[in-house]
């Protein structure tokens, strides 16, 4: 099955600066990688999500690369505010063969620093 | 509030008892599916519904667990003889599998602790 790494787990920046955390995914039939934002007892929520017929996509100050060669996928975020602090999750889906589960990965811990 | 909805939102209860969860989806999605989530951990698939049937489940963690979705709309997880083991947050989430990219919403979870 599918295998998802994340790094860091911990991340700290100070306000305004750029934040990026990393994930690597095993199956190469993946093709739908979405991150979402977890903040302390709340619910996971979307911020960005790629397919992989994309390369990168942006939505404000927060971009998505993908790089299906290498399997691995980036969450940037820029300008760095402290509301961005929370846990986020990168996570992958292969929908073939009717397969629509989420793998996710370990979780990175943002801190901001203001 | 239209998001995805779960019942109730804590449950402590004793070793070896029966404990039963409700999610309720976004009205108009099809899909429905159960993860469980460990402290420091990322939510762990655990079984989904399109409609009324349940198209995976070989993921759900022992045959203490057992999830429904009788009539394609809200669904049920129930988790018999509870041991300490299972003390984790429950998440449900919800698609629908007309939409381009299929994004799975979230509910604000169960959170059960064993004693």
């Known amino acids: 099955g599918e295998n998802v790494e994340q790094h860091p787990s911990t991340l700290s920046v100070q306000e305004g600066d750029s934040a990026v955390i990393k994930c690597t995914y095993s199956d190469s039939a993946s093709n739908y990688f979405p991150w979402y934002k977890q903040e302390l007892g709340k619910r996971p929520q979307l911020i960005i999500d790629?397919?992989?017929?994309?390369g990168e996509k942006k939505d404000q100050r927060i971009a998505v690369t993908l790089n299906k060669t290498a399997k691995h996928f980036s969450l940037h975020i820029t300008e760095t505010q402290p509301e961005d602090s929370a846990v986020y999750f990168c996570?992958?889906?292969?929908?073939?063969?009717?397969?629509?589960?989420?793998?996710f990965g370990k979780g990175t811990k943002l801190s901001v620093i203001p | 509030d239209t998001g995805v909805s779960q019942d109730p939102r804590h449950k402590i209860t004793k070793r070896g008892q029966n404990v039963t969860f409700r999610c309720d989806p976004i009205?108009?999605?099809?899909?429905l599916y159960w993860y469980r989530q460990t402290l420091g951990q990322g939510p762990e698939f655990l079984t989904y519904?399109?409609?009324?049937?349940?198209?995976?489940k070989s993921r759900l963690l022992s045959d203490r667990f057992s999830a429904e979705r009788p009539k394609g709309s809200f669904s049920t997880l129930e988790i018999q003889r509870t041991e300490q083991g299972d003390s984790a947050m429950y998440l449900c989430a919800s698609s629908f599998s007309g939409g381009a990219l299929e994004t799975q919403y979230f509910g604000p979870g169960t959170r059960l602790l064993v004693l």
């Open positions: 009205s108009e999605h099809n899909r």
């Open positions: 790629i397919r992989s017929n994309v």
């Open positions: 519904f399109q409609n009324e049937a349940q198209l995976e």
């Open positions: 996570a992958a889906r292969y929908s073939g063969a009717g397969s629509y589960q989420l793998t």
